[in-house]
């Protein structure tokens, strides 16, 4: 199954988004589910500094994104 990363980052008030302060393996059959999966993760046990999202095949390349606040 192809595996997929799901990274967070602080997103600062000029856009700028900094280094990954997390990132999660997501083992998925595609990227769809992946997505899925990523919308499904707690958010609390993860570094409360990350307020940018994206998800990321092996290959590099973006599926999703998310700012934090329009998730919480």
Known sequence: MPVFVLRGAHRSADGQIGPA???????????????????????????????ALWLVDAQGVLHWSLRRADRD
């Open 21 to 51: 302060l997390f990132e999660e393996m997501i083992t998925a059959a595609d990227p769809g589910e992946a997505i899925r999966l990523a919308n499904a993760q707690d958010l609390s046990t993860k570094d409360e500094r990350a307020n």
